[in-house]
């Protein structure tokens, strides 16, 4: 799904993704203060790299997220 | 001291019976300098009818997502445009998450599923994943799975589940408000077959719903009617895409007004602390409710949020002095 994905913004920090992991939307957007509030207390939902909604599975002490494409990030 | 207290501390500290509708609404109608006597006469109930012990359970998510029913606070239903997808826990992960959550001193484990009732394939996964974990982990199981049928709850007593959960979310009046694919009525159905089955009635709610002030202590009255084992109280999270996801969440002196009232309704039911208390709350609203007539927690994470860390409340519980309920006081 390479039309998803924009050019990486110039001014984006080093190590963040492309895409919101909470909202689905592009980070250089801005406006991303409350999801990142937010993800203190939720597991990501959309995959930084490509956009894809992720399978995520909560369990008591941990948290798991898939993406068909980039793989499990664990927290 | 407010006149419904004085009240409240004859018939409930004292005699063991609960406030009806019109003394918990007095309760919730209180001033903010009289919720700490409140929030203490509450206590006071609670160490009295049930106890210094605290119930720890963890949860755990066996079918996530991808519901057919449309509760409006879930961003479980697949009616929403939630960005919560639908999958499964194998049995084990089932397993593992229930070590996991025995590991922290937790004597319940509640499996539960998005579903409006079980079918076929969720109790084959049941009787597999309930089998595999009263096989290897000492810990009490219980179940949350929807509406059910006289078999099906027959099958789960089978199974050695030894409670159920059915929240009845909030109150008759308001419940068409939040749910429209089945009725209060068909959720009560199903807690008359669970209560004469012989399991345990876990039954609660979520407050903040858009529900009144009177609606709220309706609900703690019919609550108190099912006189349910186990109320567990939520407090609305706002979650992305479901049609409430915009209401404020409920103000942390109203969310300890209603755990001193629904605890003054009930004094001898578990009551749980359940979602939504971090943001409603805080951690230090967390040690008010324990010390406000809450008298279970859950944690750890929640199905598709997260919670504190166990370890916080497990130590907060040992700075209020506050023994963790042991399995075998449970058998
Ligand atoms: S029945 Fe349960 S999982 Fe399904 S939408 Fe309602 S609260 Fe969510
Ligand atoms: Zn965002
Ligand atoms: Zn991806």
Redesign the pocket.
Known sequence: MTELVEPVAPAEPAGAGRWCDRCGEPSAAGGHDACAAARALEPPRYCVHCRRRMKVQVVPTGWSAVCVEHGEIRG | MPEILDQARTQVLENGVGLDEAGVLAVLNLPDEDVPAALQLAHEVRMRWCGPEVEVEGIVSLKT?G?????H???????FTSPVRSVWLDIPALVEAAKQTAATGATEFCI?????GPDARLMKQMREGVAAIRAEVDIQVAA?L??LSQEQVDELVEMGVHRYNH?L?TCRSYFPNV?T??SWEERWETLRMVRESGMEVCCGGILGLGETVEQRAEFAAQLADLDPHEVPLNFLNPRPGTPLADRPVVEGKDALRAIAAFRLAMPRTILRYAGGRELTLGDLGTRDGLLGGINAVIVGNYLTTLGRPATADLALLEDLKMPVKALSATL
């Open positions: 997502g519901c057919p029913e449309d509760c606070f879930c961003s479980q239903s697949g009616l539960v599923a998005a579903v409006r949350s929807g509406m929240n979310e749910v694919t089945h």
